[in-house]
């Protein structure tokens, strides 16, 4: 009975009791020990203590509790407990040994009390206390404070750094000892103010320990307790560079006003609403409209064409980021071309933003002169050949085709199918260096056989040099390679030629001859020849036996626009060799020229050696089909019957699902209503009604996730900025494109 009473007054105690043995396992516990762990006794009794702790909290318990047992002292110990629901509680146990009726240690007891919320709040009180002296200490403003009668209790870092003085200087000392002398009455007139409850803002001097002089914005309160002083505190900023600033305002702001109005651009200042706050003078020019007009009025009634830009500016104040748009036309008639900045004003109350217009027009009829030329130039002499060649090859593909339809032997018919192969191969690479001459291939640095480069030029040039030029090879034997492009190489040995053939011109027994050697550049000579690394390089030069340069012009040669040509169709436009210079350049090369007036000029580039590649090897082991190792449904979009046709064969004999669309209406409606969905879209870029650019851009917009693969005749570098970042484009396929190559770029995709 006396034990049953003695648990009753353990379960009825306000503080949580407990029990465990030696192993630390619970033998009994009152409800308060239940509540604070919030599961019931009956499960309770029996959970070792290591159970609701982490690792290391129960070796932190384990040594208290072995301290009891050792020593037989109670001890006190604060720590964590984990809940079942993975809350944690802090609580404080008392620790006190258990022994039975014959004082032998049978296990521990103690009380336990949850302090989780006194901990916190004693954890946030530390908190809020080293918050407000970090605050205090390392303020950007001077502050002090004082008893009622002025004499300095605490003080911050800026004050140290501003006076001069250091802390143990101040404390005790009266703030008069900081006053400029003349300042004396106005700081005890701020201190009266400061009792008399008021918060005033005084301009005062502070002298240093130096004698430097500051001026300050002070301002500060006064702290009453039972209606008594007990500490005035001082705030103040150090304003000496904003007085001195001041004094300067005034013709800064007539500075900026000059420079603002003098500008040859356009510039307007808009509001949040669109109206013209400012405007400098080229504005009149622009609209024919005077500034009185314009002040005032929406942007966008300035012209028709201004009406395009609302978009822009209203992204621009949303975004906060500036926009740049080129070659616009903002005027009525159109004539002239601007680059257009739209950046949002920053700092400023009334928000707005700022149009500018730089006017390009002349710059962008200049440029537009000199692609043209170049293009026309390169073109010109090409144009010849390349129409030979492709009649050539048409020849071919006709007769052929011709052969194919009536021979029934397999074998020859087999050689046809070969033949057709190797004659649109090659339509494929004069259509790929017409685009490069075009400037609308994108460089694809790769290991090519400079021989290989060199006899491809001198397959064009014998098509389009005069018979009075001949023109030789000279090869080291060597499989010679270089790290480029393969058409830019071109370009330049064929840049090359065609100058040599000008050189020439008109004289009998003319001479181009090209050769190719290996050199080896030490420190000497790369230094001489002005490249980037030693060792192994390829030496190419081409020599001519034409009129040749003296020294006024050999300097200019590589400067752009810089031209020997007379006047008259032949004209030059000056980039040729400057175009050539940049490349080799920038494959690491060198290009210098040597000449003798009357008797020729030899031209020699050096490029490093890379390792060459066995590309017959590459094409033997590389997996034919390794893209059908997975059958996906294919959307196929294209204008063309015949590609679309040959397209769909080739996926399908790839081992793909394949559906087609003519144009890209076709395909969004495709994709909208098709419920199995679409693995892949091959997507034309030139297409009727809805190019492949806003095809893409529907497709974002009505939340398609579809991958794409986009495919084009041209190159991709001219492509929108935005466009070729669309996150549905996952390869790019260029036309012409056979079946090898579909499956790789298909395995590209689909991996």
């Not at 407000?132 to 390392?138: D, P, Q, S, V, Y």
């Not at 103010?193 to 006064?222: C, H, I, M, Y």
Request: aromatic share 6%; proline share 3%.
């Amino acid at each position: 009975m006396a034990d049953e009473r003695y648990r009753k007054i353990l379960d009825d105690m306000q503080e949580g009791y407990y029990e465990i043995d030696l192993n630390g396992t619970f033998t009994f516990v009152n409800d308060v020990v239940a509540s604070i762990a919030e599961i019931p006794k009956e499960e309770l009794i029996g959970l070792n203590y290591i159970e609701y702790t982490s690792p290391a909290t129960a070796k932190r318990v384990f040594k208290t509790f072995n301290k009891v047992f050792q020593t037989g002292i109670p001890q006190r110990i604060e720590y964590e407990i984990i809940l079942r629901d993975n809350r944690k509680k802090i609580i404080e146990n008392s620790v006190s040994l258990l022994k039975d009726s014959e004082n032998n240690v049978i296990g521990f007891c103690g009380l336990v009390t949850d302090i989780t919320k006194r901990k916190r709040l004693e954890e946030q009180i530390k908190e809020s206390r080293q918050r407000f002296e970090a605050l205090f200490e390392n303020a950007n403003e001077l502050i002090i404070t004082t008893d009622a009668q002025g004499y300095i209790k605490r003080l911050n870092k800026k004050v140290e750094e501003i006076s001069g003085y250091r802390r143990e200087e101040l404390i005790g000392k009266s703030i008069l000892v900081l006053a400029h002398p003349d300042d004396r009455l106005l700081y005890i007139d701020f201190w009266k103010q400061l009792l008399d409850g008021k918060t005033p803002r005084f301009e005062l001097r502070g002298v240093g320990k130096n004698g430097d002089v500051a001026w300050l914005l002070a301002s500060g309160s006064a702290i009453r307790k039972g209606g008594r002083i007990i500490e005035v505190q001082y705030n103040a900023q150090e304003i000496t560079s904003l007085k001195n600033a001041l004094l300067t305002i005034e013709d800064l702001k007539n500075h900026l006003s000059s420079i603002f109005e003098s500008s040859p651009n356009m510039i307007l200042c808009l509001n949040t609403e669109g109206r013209v706050v400012m405007a400098n003078p080229i504005t009149e020019r622009i609209f024919h409209k005077p500034l009185s007009a314009v002040i005032g009025c929406h942007f966008s009634s300035l012209s028709p064409r201004m009406a395009q830009f609302e978009g822009v500016v209203k992204a621009v104040q949303a975004s906060r980021l500036p926009q740049t748009l080129h070659e616009e036309r903002i005027k009525e008639d159109g004539r002239e071309i601007f680059d257009v900045i739209v950046y949002p004003l920053v700092g400023g109350k009334q928000g707005g933003v700022v149009f500018t217009a730089v006017d390009i027009t002349e710059k962008k009829e200049m440029e537009l002169q000199l692609v043209h030329a170049q293009k026309m130039e390169t073109i010109g002499e090409l144009a010849g050949g390349v129409a030979h060649d492709f009649n050539n090859i048409f020849t071919g593909i006709t007769g052929n085709v011709s052969m194919l339809r009536f021979t029934t032997d397999e074998e020859k018919r087999q050689q046809y199918l070969k033949s057709l192969e190797n004659i649109t191969e090659r339509a494929r690479g004069l259509t790929r260096q017409i685009l490069a001459f075009s400037k609308r291939n994108e460089g694809n640095p790769e290991v090519i056989l400079v021989d290989s480069a060199v006899r491809e030029v001198m397959d064009i040039s014998t098509k389009s040099i005069p018979k009075n030029v001949r023109i030789e090879y000279t090869s080291s034997g060597k499989d010679l390679s270089v790290f480029m492009d393969h058409t830019h190489l071109v370009q330049v040995l064929l840049n090359l030629v065609v100058n040599a053939k000008d050189a020439i011109g008109s004289n009998q027994d003319g001479r181009i001859s090209i050769s190719v050697s290996p050199m080896l550049v030490d420190k000497e000579s790369r230094r001489q020849y002005l490249l980037g690394s030693i060792g192994r390089h390829v030496r190419i030069e081409v020599a001519d036996n034409g009129c040749g340069m003296d020294m006024s012009v050999l300097p200019k040669i590589f400067d752009p626009f810089f031209t020997t040509k007379q006047k008259g169709p032949n004209k030059g436009t000056g980039l040729g060799l400057s175009i050539a210079y940049n490349i080799i350049k920038n494959a690491g090369g060198s290009i210098q020229v040597s000449s003798t007036p009357g008797k020729g000029s030899t031209f020699t580039v050096l490029l490093p050696v890379a390792k060459a590649r066995d590309k017959s090897k590459d094409h033997e082991t590389r997996p034919m089909q390794t893209a059908a190792r997975q059958s996906a449904r294919i959307l196929m979009v294209d204008d063309e019957d015949m590609l679309r046709d040959i397209g769909k064969d080739m996926l399908c004999m790839l081992g793909h699902s394949v559906t087609t669309a003519t144009n890209g209406r076709e395909c969004i409606d495709i994709l909208k209503n098709d419920p199995d969905g679409f693995d892949l879209v091959i997507l034309d870029m030139i297409m009727p009604e809805l190019d492949g650019y806003h095809t893409l851009q529907q497709m974002k917009a009505l939340g398609l996730s579809t991958r794409v693969i986009i495919s084009s005749g041209f190159s991709f570098e001219h492509e929108k900025e935005d466009f070729l970042e669309n996150p549905l484009i996952v390869a790019r396929l260029n036309k012409p494109f056979n079946l090898e190559e579909l499956s790789q770029v298909l395995d590209e995709a689909l991996s």
